[in-house]
């Protein structure tokens, strides 16, 4: 039984796409540019191992056109692993499959929650704000946003704009970003095949404007597809031309970033353009005032028609990486609690919990609570991971020593403003423990301390 999925269509047959297909045992899933698009659980393959064949298969069904990168693994890999291979061609071989390698080179990764987001994916609460910031939506002008099945993702949903309707809020949001602050927009769009002129997805700032201030902020699509980009005023603007076979009626993710002086645009994962100036400033003077999604504000007739799904915005600059995450699996993936394998580096992480299941290598700054899951490996550096939340010791682990010449010798793997779990650390081992030495690992304070020390030698804690 073979399993299909809905590909895009106008220049799909002239350009590089990054198709996958996975099987766990159980379910089969087929990505398309490192995006899920179907899943099939009712039939087990039974494969043979009569004959391989590349570009054609035993029905002579032949394949017209270029392959690159052609890969057969032994395994299904993971959401992470296929976003990797379409966004880098690669996997790690640090890459585990209870998660991704999170690596903070130096710089600052948040995963906390966005100043404004609405899935749209329920119509429960098709217009409620889900970053807990309290910006619920109702319509202003024309009939009711329609929940609507169709999805970008498997399963969820969208809101179907019908070239009429605008949502607002009670009150600007307290939590968007105005003035000059940095900032990322971002949303699944479909636009209709007849989207208006200007399609504006979400705006906000002066009610009203001209050409020589920058108070208003239009995240857009433009010219029924033509266009789309992040408008700060009537004529300066930063945006990237797109094929409208690619967009109109098809679901995209698009992405917008302000640094604070320049613009990137992102389709689908990947850098289109930027970053980039506006041509007549490099300062935003963004008013806080005129939220609309699904309009203009200073336009009446710049309405979007279509379905949207995963409008976000932030008051930081999404990476690369966490943008590639937003088009595997929407903003809920950048939500508070996150799960990895490993963390890695130096640097800060700012995340509401942060779970590590793998192994720990870095000297970080962690803005938020950590626990440690059982079975975890710490090494020990010069320098702790300091934990503003709280730390908690799910169960055993492994302290990885590194090489040292001194009868003792201690290190601080965190600290934290409460700990709990200390008891767990009985259960630790130490990998890399010199003959003749022993070692503990215990809670001092609101520290978690590794001591070494020769065989012999008395150890006394205060």
């Not at 269509?9 to 698009?37: A, E, P, Q």
């Not at 070239?163 to 949303?187: D, H, K, V």
């Not at 705006?203 to 789309?228: D, I, P, V």
């Not at 595997?328 to 992480?349: C, Y």
Request: include cysteine; charged fraction near 15%; aromatic fraction near 10%.
């Amino acid at each position: 039984m073979d399993v299909m999925a809905e590909l895009p269509s106008g220049n799909f047959t002239s350009g590089w796409h990054h198709v996958l297909s996975t099987y766990d045992g159980s379910t089969r899933r087929i990505y398309c540019d490192g995006m899920l698009k179907t899943t099939d659980s009712s039939y087990t393959p039974n494969f043979g191992n009569e004959q391989f064949l590349i570009g054609t298969t035993l029905n002579d069904a032949n394949f017209t056109g270029w392959i690159d990168d052609l890969l057969i693994a032994n395994r299904a890999f993971t959401d992470e692993e296929v976003a990797t291979l379409y966004q880098d061609g690669g996997i790690s071989s640090t890459q585990s499959g209870a998660g991704p390698t999170l690596d903070v080179s130096g710089g600052t990764l948040a995963f906390n929650s966005s100043a404004v987001y609405y899935p749209f994916n329920s119509a429960a609460t098709l217009l409620s704000d889900s970053s807990g910031n309290g910006a619920d939506l109702h319509v202003a002008s024309g009939s009711s946003g329609t929940f609507s099945s169709d999805s970008p993702f498997a399963t969820g949903g969208s809101i179907y704009f019908d070239g009429s309707t605008w949502l607002e809020a009670a009150a600007f949001p307290a939590s968007m970003p105005t003035g000059n602050m940095q900032r990322t927009i971002a949303c699944f769009i479909k636009p209709a095949t007849d989207c208006e002129k200007e399609g504006a997805i979400i705006s906000w700032g002066a009610e009203g404007f001209n050409n020589t201030n920058t108070k208003y902020m239009n995240f857009a699509l433009r010219q029924q597809g033509a266009r789309f980009g992040l408008f700060p005023w009537g004529s300066d603007n930063v945006y990237m031309t797109c094929t409208k076979s690619d967009v109109l009626d098809h679901w995209n993710s698009f992405v917008a970033v302000w640094d604070g002086s320049q613009v990137s645009l992102y389709m689908n994962g990947e850098l289109k353009v930027g970053p980039a100036s506006y041509q007549n400033t490099s300062t935003l003077n963004t008013l806080a005032g005129g939220f609309k999604v699904g309009k203009a504000f200073y336009d009446g007739t710049s309405y979007y028609k279509g379905n949207m799904a995963e409008l976000a915005v932030w008051d930081r600059v999404l990476t690369a990486a966490e943008i590639a995450t937003y088009h595997r699996s929407g903003a809920a993936g950048l939500a508070p609690g996150v799960d990895i394998a490993h963390l890695v580096g130096t640097g800060n992480v700012r995340a509401s919990n942060l779970t590590v299941a793998g192994s720990i290598d870095a000297s970080l700054a962690l803005s938020g609570d950590l626990t440690l899951a059982d079975g975890v490996t710490v090494a020990a550096r010069n320098a702790p991971t300091t934990v503003s939340g709280a730390l908690a010791i799910a169960g055993g682990g492994t302290v990885v020593l590194p090489a040292f010449d001194a009868p003792l010798a201690t290190w601080t793997l965190f600290t934290a403003s409460s700990i709990s779990g200390a008891s767990n650390l009985a259960d630790w081992s130490f990998s890399n423990l010199p003959r003749g030495k022993k070692a503990t690992v215990q809670v001092q304070g609101d520290a978690v301390v590794v001591t070494v020390a020769d065989a012999g030698m008395m150890l006394i804690f205060r």
